[in-house]
């Protein structure tokens, strides 16, 4: 038995994946445990659940591996600071104490870190680093259902790379080209997201929600003045917009004076027409560069299958349309897309490449549905529950499956939690939120009162796999949740000539299709498909409404609070579901209702969690 730890940390969304033999056993967010969004520190709760779910201690564990090289991140931040002096001078010398101090010596860091798991752990021969971007890229082939396949990955940066070609083969993956630093896709797409007033490096997916709502004045402006788009999709950036080389700000007073107004402040002023058309026009942007990048893939290495990760992955819009163009034959994209997805990556690539183990390939992924965290029995929940002081009824699985659809059918908000928590940002039916799709008002109610967060922020259907091509424009799975496609005509419900004149989020609560709350205003909506194989309760509650509705989808959104990462424990979830509105939390095979609860534990759960 051959057992590996992968790690990431210190920049964001820090986690621990744990493989044996090559098999992908367990991995975790360090967020969910501590309960900060997107925790950069050590990932020490992480590494103890992994640990423990593999039943090994550190000590046993054949080899650890670090997502990325910190030698040659600090070689950049030096060349860079050099190339753009004396700007950034004050931010260099901020940076430095840290960086010689803690980031430069990382080896011994993560060392000095890893013993206090194991005071037996001494072995420093154990301990590699992979590359940021061979991380994403390992993330994404090796467990996908492909022998061999062409691996896009584009993110902010890494050490130096901001967007990789690796070409993919058996066990064999090998990066062919890079794009560096400064010119990064997702750093151009992060400095919109921090103009239009969200938070860098986590309301980019508020960008993405928004641009359905305005329409792409601003495109050409974008293409002539800040970025260069080659005919093959690379590209490079004006720097002289910018100020996020030298760490100052994402951008500066002239990226401010190219689109007439200052950056939105959100504590002070409202999302405007004018923000929705700046979303809308850095998406097209975003996806006529991914666009182009996949074609002139196509073209160069004729593969028939493409493989997505880093941050830009997670664009589920950019993603659907690739899809829908059918450039490849097959796409799939890894869950964990992001940082998090490199501890993965890291313990794959050392797997592979580093030991040169063969690597199996079948029909489905490998991913296990990416329900690869935590799990509780139904003792512990019980027991859990019981010292919280709920009240709960607890039912046989198919009078957990009938109570859920008929409160549902009722209008109902329900918390969702069962299994093993997902890996990476989305919630797939393991810590969800609920709700009927048929419902014209729950969208809006579920952001307000619910998720306490901004009323445009659409959701997303689950659907039985089998049923998806009767309901969306989409001719392959999406069990991740990262492919956007179009609500089927047949479904639609078109607007009248005066609701087309509608501007912004007036278009809201306009009844889109027969499946309202998960119909985005351009008829879109973010897809996942459920199966019977990855996920059988959740499956079989879709089956059951679908019985009883003649519709197999339901809402699913993360169960959380806007800024909160999502629930871990059962604790966690009695917490969320006494601090909001929701109406019925079902975990395990215990049903509770909010109306029997002792109105003493309600939380004022609005203000528990920094806004993101």
Request: charged share 25%; net charge neutral; aromatic share 12%.
């Amino acid at each position: 038995m051959n057992s590996i730890l992968g790690i990431s940390a210190f920049y964001h969304d820090s986690a621990a994946t744990i493989i044996i033999d090559g098999e992908i056993i367990a991995a975790a967010q360090e967020e969910r445990f501590t309960r900060i969004k997107h925790d950069s520190c050590y990932p020490k709760n992480a590494i103890e659940f992994v640990l423990k779910y593999a039943n090994l201690k550190l000590s046993e564990i054949d080899h650890v591996v670090f997502f990325e090289k910190p030698f040659l991140k600090f070689e950049r931040l030096l060349e860079t600071y050099v190339a753009f002096a004396p700007r950034g001078f004050i931010q260099f010398s901020k940076a430095m104490p840290s960086w010689l101090r803690d980031k430069l010596f990382q080896k011994k860091q993560l060392l000095k870190y890893l013993k206090n798991h194991d005071k037996n752990f001494n072995e420093d021969e154990k301990l590699y680093f992979s590359e940021h971007h061979l991380s994403h890229a390992a993330s994404a082939f090796y467990p996908s259902p492909f022998e061999e396949a062409v691996v896009l990955t584009a993110d902010g940066v890494g050490e130096w790379a901001t967007t990789t070609v690796a070409l993919g083969k058996g066990k064999d993956l090998e990066i062919k080209k890079e794009l560096h630093f400064p010119h990064s896709l997702g750093l151009l797409y992060s400095a919109f997201t921090y103009y239009t007033g969200f938070k860098v490096n986590s309301g980019e997916y508020k960008l993405m929600g928004l641009a359905p709502y305005g329409e792409p004045k601003y495109s050409e402006v974008i293409k002539e003045y800040l970025i260069d788009i080659k005919p093959d999709g690379t590209f490079n950036l004006n720097q002289d917009y910018f100020d996020y080389a030298t760490g100052l700000k994402m951008i500066n007073s002239k990226f401010n004076s190219l689109f007439g107004q200052n950056e939105r402040n959100s504590n002070k002023e409202n999302l405007t027409q004018f923000h929705m058309d700046i979303a809308s026009s850095i998406q097209t942007v975003t996806e006529e560069i991914m666009m182009s990048l996949v074609k002139s893939l196509k073209e160069e290495y004729n593969a028939s299958n493409l493989c997505l990760a880093g941050g830009v992955a997670l664009n589920c819009v950019s993603n659907g349309k690739i899809l829908k163009e059918k450039i490849f034959d097959n796409i799939w994209v890894q869950p964990a897309a992001g940082d998090a997805g490199g501890s993965l990556g890291a313990a794959l690539a050392y797997w592979h490449l580093h030991l040169k183990k063969d690597r199996k390939v079948t029909n489905f992924d490998k991913m296990k549905g990416s329900f690869l965290g935590p799990e509780f029995t139904q003792k512990n929940i019980e027991e859990e529950l019981t010292s919280l002081g709920a009240n709960f009824e607890i039912l046989g699985e198919n009078e957990i499956l009938d109570f859920t659809t008929q409160s549902l059918i009722n209008g109902e908000a329900v918390g969702w939690f069962q299994g093993r928590m997902e890996f990476g940002p989305r919630a797939l039916g393991g810590r969800s939120i609920l709700g009927d799709p048929r419902s014209s008002t729950i969208q809006k109610n579920l952001n307000l009162k619910v998720k306490y967060r901004e009323s445009f922020r659409p959701f997303a259907p689950s659907i039985l796999n089998e049923d998806v091509r009767d309901w969306f424009e989409i001719e392959s799975d999406s069990p991740y949740m990262l492919m956007v496609s179009n609500v089927k005509k047949s479904k639609i419900i078109k607007m009248t000539e005066d609701q087309k004149k509608l501007f912004g989020i007036d278009k809201l609560n306009i009844k889109r299709s027969e499946i309202p709350a998960v119909t985005h205003v351009d008829y879109s909506a973010r897809i996942q498909t459920v199966h019977n194989k990855t996920n059988s309760k959740y499956y079989k509650l879709l089956k059951m409404f679908k019985e009883k509705t003649g519709c197999p989808i339901l809402i699913n959104t993360s169960f959380n609070v806007r800024g909160e990462p999502i629930v871990s424990t059962p604790v966690d979830a009695f917490h969320c579901f006494m601090g909001t509105e929701l109406d019925v939390l079902v975990i395990g095979n215990c049903f509770l209702k909010k109306n029997n609860q002792n109105k003493n534990l309600k939380k004022n759960y609005k203000e528990s969690f920094e806004l993101d």
